[in-house]
T-cell receptor, first 114, second 112 residues
Framework: KAGVTQTPRYLIKTRGQQVTLSCSPI?????VSWYQQTPGQGLQFLFE???????NKGNFPGRFSGRQFSNSRSEMNVSTLELGDSALYLC?????????????FGSGTRLTVV | DAKTTQPPSMDCAEGRAANLPCNHS???????VYWYRQIHSQGPQYIIH???NNETNEMASLIITEDRKSSTLILPHATLRDTAVYYC?????????????FGQGTTLQVKP
């Protein structure tokens, strides 16, 4: 079956711009989580959506936002981009939320802010 | 969520078993232990998870101590493709959590 699909794979943006990243979960998965990975901070949780509702949020500024659609597809948006937002953004999906279920990760979107 | 401690790096000979330890002494009764691995520049890959009992799947075995304060991931016959960063994570079993807290993990180097 198809895995978690993230688009685009690579993105270059200028400081001050905004960006929208997309994630299509595995069919039947209702939970979608987003993570940011940088060399300095490692993998950090951004937020999680389940049935179109944000269920959990990490410690990131309000410039980072997301949403989930009725078909479980999710988008995350970063406004007023800063150089420090350059990172690999990863999306993960699971059949349900919470413990007892493994999460499947996508290959990520590599964002470079110049 | 439980704090986990893993050795920063380990080596293993190809074909031998790789035993990756994880300490999670603060884990609570309803927290699962998850193991993921990440091969360079790819998304993390789910390996296995468990609550109290030992678990085995086609990739690995997970041995959890009776007091649940530590666990060991066993790759029975390591190959060069198993070279990766391995993460041990404690995560709540409640329905309001979809959050995985990744530490620095263990970099496993499988050598020929």
């Amino acid at each position: 079956k198809a895995g978690v699909t993230q688009t685009p794979r690579y993105l270059i943006k200028t400081r001050g711009q905004q960006v929208t990243l997309s994630c299509s979960p595995i069919s039947g998965h209702r939970s979608v989580s987003w993570y940011q990975q940088t060399p300095g901070q490692g993998l950090q949780f951004l937020f999680e959506y389940f049935s179109e509702t944000q269920r959990n949020k990490g410690n990131f500024p309000g410039r980072f936002s997301g949403r989930q659609f009725s078909n479980s597809r999710s988008e995350m948006n970063v406004s007023t981009l800063e150089l420090g937002d350059s990172a690999l953004y990863l999306c993960a999906s699971s059949r349900e939320t919470g413990g007892g279920y493994g999460y499947t990760f996508g290959s990520g979107t590599r964002l470079t802010v110049v | 969520d439980a704090k986990t401690t893993q050795p920063p790096s380990m080596d293993c000979a190809e074909g031998r078993a790789a035993n990756l330890p994880c300490n999670h002494s603060t884990i609570s009764g309803n927290e699962y232990v998850y193991w993921y691995r990440q091969i360079h520049s790819q998304g993390p890959q789910y390996i296995i998870h468990g609550l109290k009992n030992n678990e085995t799947n086609e990739m690995a075995s997970l041995i959890i101590t009776e007091d649940r304060k530590s666990s060991t991931l066993i790759l029975p016959h390591a190959t060069l493709r198993d070279t990766a960063v391995y993460y041990c994570i404690g995560s709540h079993g409640s329905s309001n959590t979809g959050k995985l807290i990744f530490g620095q993990g263990t970099t496993l180097q499988v050598k020929p």
